[in-house]
């Protein structure tokens, strides 16, 4: 991609990670085109919208905050709620998170292309829309999601998936807390409450092998509340989708003579047991957009810079991460998923948390 195609930067995805990158690319001066095959940024939501307090997600979580969260309860098959005292947060409205990042791109100068839905990517980084635009930058910022077209094409794909299924429905007394529920009928992920005002997202993850079990034991969770008195019967809505498990992938690569940059889900930056992903995608955009502007100044070492600052940042949490969703991953298939094989693998409990030798056997199950 060597002539000038007045585009400086071609962003493909307006999610969290995507925007982020356009509006930090954009306020560099760059000429920033960004697309998403959405007709509205975060509409349908595709999230449980649970924002952990200690992760700075920004401005844009506090302006669409719905409620505090407090505490962490967790459930362990049928017991009763270990509760986590210290564990803050929010609950945002997803759909309006997603519009002030768009917006604060658009005001940094970025051109917002919604409705452009991007059906492949050449091997030289062009980039075909179904309308049938052909789009070329210098820097492809690859924000589309966990089966991102943009890494596919560089060949870094998440390898590693965990489905999900969830449904919000009336949530009868208010709640403060995020509730968690493990049980070895759910291999890979577990099901949750997230309260949201007088609104509950219910919801379940599993490995993707897994995925007919998300229907029937999404059931038995949304049950199990309503004879709780917890919930009502009645589904508000449904939404669900593909949540990357396998930890960070190669941020970077060239495809042609047009760098390429991966951002959030696209670079496998969700947490592979929370499954959390929100506050990676900012954080991972907003750099993608500064690396970019950075290697168009001319540093070269601009991609392997981000890389690093990746790893920096999130490189810890998600080795050891992978690490508990690979060792609970087995006791599945051992038939020893226990309640204390469970609690081991859940961030609730100090089993966790121990720092056994998890950087090195993570990297070599990383490398293999
Ligand atoms: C059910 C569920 C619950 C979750 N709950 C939480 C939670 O409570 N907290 C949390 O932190 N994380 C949660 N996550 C994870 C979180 O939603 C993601 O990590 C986050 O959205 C990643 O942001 P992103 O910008 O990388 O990708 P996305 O938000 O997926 O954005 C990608 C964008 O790319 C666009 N796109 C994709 N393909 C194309 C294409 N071919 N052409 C054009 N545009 C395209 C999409 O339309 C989308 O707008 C949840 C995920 C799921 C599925």
């Given at each position: 991609m060597t002539e000038d195609t007045g585009i400086d930067v071609l962003v493909i995805g307006l999610g969290p990670a995507g925007a982020s990158a356009a509006r930090a690319a954009a306020a560099a001066g760059l000429r920033v085109v960004a697309v998403d095959r959405?007709?509205?940024?975060?509409?349908p939501v595709q999230c449980a919208e649970f924002v952990p307090a200690l992760i700075n997600a920004g401005d844009a979580a506090q302006s669409a905050r719905i409620q505090p969260i407090a505490e962490m309860h967790t459930f362990v098959e049928a017991g009763s709620a270990e509760v986590t005292p210290e564990f803050p947060g929010i609950m945002i409205d997803r759909r309006s998170f997603d519009t002030h990042l768009v917006e604060e791109a658009r005001k940094a100068g970025a051109d917002i292309r919604m409705d452009s839905a991007v059906r492949d990517v050449s091997p030289d980084g062009t980039v075909h829309l179904f309308s049938g635009e052909v789009l070329g930058a210098p820097v492809l910022i690859g924000a589309d999601g966990p089966h991102s077209r943009v890494g596919k094409a560089a060949g870094l794909e998440n390898k590693e998936i965990i489905a999900s299924r969830q449904v919000s429905v009336a949530l009868l007394k208010p709640h403060n807390a995020t509730d968690i529920f493990l049980s070895e009928r759910l291999p890979g992920g577990y099901g949750w409450l997230f309260p949201k005002g007088d609104v509950a997202n219910i919801g379940l993850g599993v490995s993707q092998e897994y995925k007919d079990r998300l229907k029937p034991e999404l059931d038995r969770l949304h049950a199990r509340l309503v004879e709780e008195g917890r919930v009502g019967s009645d589904i508000l809505g449904h939404t669900g989708g593909p949540i990357p498990a396998g930890g960070m992938i190669e941020p970077a690569a060239r495809l042609g003579e047009t760098l390429v940059l991966l951002a959030g889900d696209a670079a496998g930056?969700?947490?592979?047991?929370?499954?959390?992903g929100i506050s990676a995608a900012v954080v991972s955009g907003t750099m993608a957009g500064e690396a970019a502007a950075e290697w168009l100044a001319g540093n070269t070492g601009a991609p392997d810079d981000y890389a690093e600052d990746l790893e920096d940042h999130f490189g810890a949490s998600l080795s050891r991460a992978l690490k508990r969703r690979t060792t609970a991953l087995a006791a599945h298939a051992a038939g020893t998923a226990s309640p204390d094989a469970l609690r081991g693998g859940w961030i609730a409990y100090p089993q966790y948390w121990t720092n056994d030798d998890i950087r090195e056997d993570t990297h070599d199950l990383l490398e293999a």
């Open positions: 959405k007709s509205e940024p975060g509409h930056l969700t947490n592979p047991v929370t499954g959390a």
